[in-house]
């Protein structure tokens, strides 16, 4: 049934090219055959109404393409008016004699109107006609198309490369740059056809003048020599005949002129004649009010009418005083329209199942309690941890994901839970309305406090309500709200897991905005030593030794000078902190000298049995006994607390081959404390030795 229905609807569709066909014919009939004045009043209607039509749509078309079939047009449009000038001519040679109605009304209604009765006025009417099509619109029309039609065909070989740039850079997929493709190619052709188009309208405006010449020669001689007319009277009756067709033929045809001038000159001007025109005319409400003021000295000079140009000055300055409100109103309206349009998304992508597919980087996760307490204090929330993403880029050199805010029934009310690429790496339970006071359990006096470990460093503290935070800031005891400890603790462990929340995309993202030169330096080592993932291997073990990686550069070109050798990505991190030691000290300098702890000759002599080496002499695994690695991690805990504790700032300095081993084991326990080698400490740094760890 359906291959049926399909082959009986073809005919119906395919009908209109049978009609087209038929009156193709008909046109060319015209040329051979007499047809009655009826018929021709018809034709010149149908004429006039096709020129009407091609030049509304040339107004309100988008773009020149949308009207691509306008050269086909133009020339069905310009063979009806020569094949109805033909037929014309016949009637009026045949039949002029019998007055000026012989070629039918419509020529002997343009006679009477437009002659006024007096051929005079119709022939200098004819010729002005004539002159404005010919000299003016034409020959403009002609020379935009020409020069449209050379800079599309020039410009074509690089639009084409453009396309297949955006292709290969995954800017647009197939389907896009197909059909980009085939658009450069219709607005080609369109041009190339305009250009000949155009001389359609100019060889119809000499054939015009031509058939016009004609018809007076030829219709004074008939008159005379075959009606026994007089040169006068038959000089009367056939010119006014002859300048009446034609300017039923010229005047159809300026209206096409006119079309395709507005069409070769649309350019690439996007969207309808009247409202690119008046939208680019009336966008400077300055230059209205100039103009404005030039037509009110006009209207003031003696001589001239004044009424006319103060009432244009009159209607400009309302112009230029009403457009910017309206132009506000819709800026207003747009904003609000792509607001409300970005709220749908939102909902509609929170409730779609792929929505659940969505790992959030970071996620803040807070009980039911926790929440309706800190709801007033959101916006500050929101306000501080983009502070927080702010001063994570300043230190580490790349932007962290937005942190997710969000409620959870299903955890304790008075907790919250932070969320890493969808796993909960930390959680603690909240004193809901209370304070946290850094002081040693007792010297709060008579106020009532409950001692709590602060869930960032592990500091002890005390918890009091919050009635007692102004009274506690008098003594000038530290103090720490709700949402400091949260933000703290939060800001804690992105520091923790940096190298998780560094993706490939970061990565590249941080490349791109580099210097070309270095942009190629990473293509050309990524291309040849090493790949983009072994890259960013190594920026992700530099931060997780919370080591910045914001002088990318530096780091890039150490690689490049150590990946053609060495592929081991632990030892191409050692060789770029050698290259970024400067770095590395000055976040530890305090008071213009670095502080350093030993480990004291018994572990270093300890981690140098532990690693183990191949024939080469490069290590091959470290293997310590676990006894002595649980009392080196006492012993160094111990003597790095203590010197936490007194607020100092230091860092831990071994030899070059055990630094890794070292970093691993106090980060579990410290993980704030940077180890450094020996050879990482760079010339001109004052060194105090705090002490050693044996």
Not at 257 to 281: H, I, N, Y
Not at 570 to 584: C, D, F, G, N, S
Not at 625 to 633: I, N, S, T, W, Y
Not at 651 to 665: D, F, K, L, Q, S
Request: aromatic fraction near 6%; glycine fraction near 8%; charge should be negative.
């Amino acid at each position: 049934m359906a291959f049926v229905s399909n082959s009986v609807a073809e005919p119906a569709e395919s009908g209109r090219d049978v009609y087209l066909a038929i009156a193709v014919v008909l046109i060319l009939t015209v040329l051979f055959l007499p047809i009655p004045a009826f018929l021709i009043d018809l034709g010149l209607a149908v004429s006039i109404a096709i020129s009407v039509l091609i030049l509304m749509v040339s107004l309100w078309i988008v773009r020149p393409l949308d009207f691509s079939s306008f050269p086909m047009v133009l020339l069905i449009a310009t063979m009806l008016r020569l094949s109805l000038n033909i037929a014309t001519t016949r009637m009026i040679l045949s039949h002029g004699h019998e007055g000026v109605n012989a070629a039918g009304y419509v020529v002997g209604g343009f006679s009477r109107f437009v002659m006024a009765g007096d051929f005079v006025i119709g022939i200098v009417v004819f010729l002005i006609l004539i002159i404005v099509n010919f000299v003016v619109i034409t020959k403009g029309s002609t020379r935009i198309a020409e020069v449209g039609a050379r800079f599309t065909l020039d410009a074509i070989p690089g639009k084409q490369m453009s396309i297949d740039a955006d292709l290969s850079a995954g800017v647009i997929d197939e389907k896009e740059a197909q059909s980009r493709r085939r658009e450069l190619e219709e607005e080609s052709s369109f041009f190339g056809s305009m250009d000949g188009a155009s001389k359609f309208v100019r060889g119809d405006a000499i054939a015009g003048l031509i058939i016009t010449a004609i018809n007076i020669m030829g219709g004074i001689i008939i008159g005379y020599t075959r009606h026994d007319m007089s040169v006068g009277e038959a000089s009367d009756v056939f010119i006014k005949l002859a300048v009446g067709d034609g300017l039923v033929s010229q005047i159809p045809a300026l209206v096409v002129s006119l079309a395709a001038g507005l069409l070769v000159s649309k350019g690439g001007t996007r969207g309808a004649v009247e409202k690119a025109l008046f939208d680019q005319l009336s966008a400077y409400p300055r230059a209205l009010y100039v103009a404005a003021g030039l037509l009110v000295m006009l209207g003031l000079m003696p001589g001239l009418p004044a009424l006319p140009f103060l009432f244009l000055a009159a209607g400009l300055s309302a112009i230029a005083y009403i457009l910017p409100r309206r132009q506000r109103q819709a800026e207003s309206e747009n904003r609000e329209l792509a607001e409300q349009q970005v709220r749908e998304k939102e909902i509609s992508e929170r409730d779609s199942i792929h929505a659940s597919l969505d790992v959030p980087g970071i996620e803040l996760l807070l009980g039911k309690q926790l929440s309706a307490r800190l709801l007033p204090n959101q916006q500050e929330m929101v306000h501080r941890m983009g502070k927080m993403r702010r001063k994570f880029v300043a230190q580490y050199g790349f932007v962290i994901p937005d942190i997710r805010l969000t409620d959870d029934l299903s955890i304790n009310g008075k907790a919250y839970q932070i969320k890493i690429n969808g796993t909960v790496v930390a959680e603690h339970e909240m004193r809901v309305g209370e304070v946290l006071a850094f002081v040693e359990e007792g010297d709060l006096g008579d106020i009532h406090s409950v001692p709590v470990v602060e869930p960032a460093f592990g500091m002890k503290a005390q918890s009091v309500s919050e009635a007692f935070a102004d009274d506690l800031r008098q003594r000038k005891i530290m103090t720490a709200d709700n949402i400091s400890v949260m933000l703290t603790h939060l800001s804690e462990v992105i520091r923790n897991n940096l190298p998780q929340l560094f993706s490939y995309k970061d990565m590249k993202a941080l490349i791109s905005h580099m210097e070309p030169e270095y942009r190629k330096l990473s293509d050309d080592l990524c291309s040849s030593h090493i790949s983009y993932p072994g890259l960013q291997a190594v920026l992700k073990l530099l931060l997780a030794e919370r080591v910045s990686i914001r002088n990318l550069h530096l780091i890039i070109e150490a690689v490049a000078e150590i990946a053609p050798v060495i592929r081991k990505t632990e030892q191409i991190v050692e060789h770029v902190r050698l290259r970024v030691a400067q770095q590395l000290c000055a976040d530890v300098v305090e008071g213009g000298a670095l502080q350093v702890l030993r480990l004291g000759s018994r572990w270093d002599l300890a981690f140098h049995e532990a690693i183990r080496r191949d024939a080469k002499g490069e290590v091959r695994e470290f293997d310590i006994d676990p006894r002595q690695l649980e009392e080196f991690g006492a012993q160094a805990s111990k003597v790095i607390r203590e010197h936490l504790d007194a607020g100092k700032k230091f860092a831990v300095v071994t030899a070059p081959e055990a630094r890794p081993y070292v970093r691993m084991i106090i980060e579990r326990l410290h993980p704030n404390t940077p180890v450094l080698s020996h050879v990482e400490i760079p010339k001109g740094i004052e060194l105090r030795v705090l002490g050693s760890m044996s």
